[in-house]
């Protein structure tokens, strides 16, 4: 028999009496509080204008945006008609369901108004994030692995995983290819840009390849994922996923493009 057969995971990861907790809730918890120990290291390090205080209430109004905009995006972009017949729906985020789109957008809207709150270069905020985001986009895509959710297409590549609610199919293990290149990858390679004062010392450089690289790694993992059954491929084999990621590819050129123009007429 093709593929392998999907480990014995719940997705409930331990309880406490009546209360559940979940791979997909602890995924984002732990990716928040990482985030927000290496914001904090990140700060100390390279001195940058923002006190301890500062941090903690950048890392609420982040938690806000990504988990708003994330259900948001979902319901909007993926929820279908189901969702918005029953709007409630919208707020068991326990049940998993989120937009990386729609957090994208969401931390953009908090980071602009946090940023003007503190009068701090809005550009210079999302820069200092994106360098951790990956960490999130990791494990969240490994409590989607764990869920038994967002599985690949059907394949008979001799690493393909029988997953229970894909119908005991072969498939790409999708997920842990989206964890490897959206979270491990990216997360090096701009940490990597980061250790240069010329990347450091440009607003903007560093967020324009984090949204350059994550719309490329995104569009070429879809190849591999199984679109959502509700929705299916659009103008004859694209996915909404490519759809929403190719503006991302788009803005980051541009913004590259106009920031490295800048520093030539200087």
């Given at each position: 028999?093709?593929?392998?057969?999907?480990?014995q995971i719940s997705p409930v990861m331990f309880s406490i009496g009546p209360l559940d907790i979940r791979w997909y809730s602890m995924a984002y918890l732990?990716?928040?509080?990482?985030?927000?120990?290496?914001?904090?290291?990140?700060?100390?390090?390279?001195?940058?204008?923002?006190?301890?205080?500062?941090?903690?209430?950048?890392?609420?109004?982040?938690?806000?945006?990504?988990?708003?905009?994330?259900?948001?995006?979902?319901?909007?972009?993926?929820?279908?008609?189901?969702?918005?017949?029953?709007?409630?729906?919208?707020?068991?985020?326990?049940?998993?369901?989120?937009?990386?789109?729609?957090?994208?957008?969401?931390?953009?809207?908090?980071?602009?108004?946090?940023a003007r709150k503190i009068n701090y270069k809005f550009l210079g905020l999302t820069d200092l994030v994106v360098l951790y985001a990956p960490i999130g986009?990791?494990?969240?895509?490994?409590?989607?692995?764990?869920?038994?959710?967002?599985?690949?297409?059907?394949?008979?590549?001799?690493?393909?995983?029988?997953?229970?609610?894909?119908?005991?199919?072969?498939?790409?293990?999708?997920?842990?290819?989206?964890?490897?290149?959206?979270?491990?990858?990216?997360?090096?390679?701009?940490?990597?840009?980061?250790?240069?004062?010329?990347?450091?010392?440009?607003?903007?450089?560093?967020?324009?390849?984090?949204?350059?690289?994550?719309?490329?790694?995104?569009?070429?993992?879809?190849?591999?994922?199984?679109?959502?059954?509700?929705?299916?491929?659009?103008?004859?084999?694209?996915?909404?996923?490519?759809?929403?990621?190719?503006?991302?590819?788009?803005?980051?050129?541009?913004?590259?493009?106009?920031?490295?123009?800048?520093?030539?007429?200087?």
């Amino acid at each position: 028999m093709i593929g392998l057969d999907f480990p014995q995971i719940s997705p409930v990861m331990f309880s406490i009496g009546p209360l559940d907790i979940r791979w997909y809730s602890m995924a984002y918890l732990v990716g928040i509080l990482l985030g927000w120990f290496l914001i904090n290291r990140n700060v100390q390090k390279n001195n940058l204008e923002l006190n301890r205080q500062k941090v903690e209430d950048l890392i609420f109004y982040l938690t806000l945006g990504i988990i708003l905009g994330g259900r948001l995006g979902y319901a909007i972009f993926y929820g279908g008609k189901a969702m918005w017949s029953e709007p409630w729906h919208i707020l068991e985020i326990w049940k998993g369901g989120m937009s990386f789109h729609g957090g994208v957008a969401g931390v953009i809207i908090a980071l602009w108004v946090y940023a003007r709150k503190i009068n701090y270069k809005f550009l210079g905020l999302t820069d200092l994030v994106v360098l951790y985001a990956p960490i999130g986009i990791f494990l969240g895509r490994l409590a989607n692995f764990a869920n038994d959710e967002l599985w690949g297409r059907v394949t008979d590549v001799p690493w393909a995983i029988r997953f229970p609610a894909g119908g005991y199919l072969p498939r790409h293990p999708s997920q842990l290819y989206e964890a490897f290149f959206e979270g491990i990858v990216m997360f090096f390679l701009l940490n990597w840009l980061w250790r240069y004062s010329f990347v450091r010392n440009r607003s903007g450089l560093v967020s324009a390849f984090f949204v350059l690289m994550y719309g490329v790694f995104r569009i070429s993992m879809e190849q591999f994922r199984e679109p959502d059954q509700h929705m299916g491929f659009f103008f004859g084999g694209i996915t909404m996923g490519q759809i929403l990621s190719l503006p991302l590819i788009v803005l980051g050129l541009m913004v590259i493009v106009f920031l490295l123009r800048k520093i030539k007429k200087v």
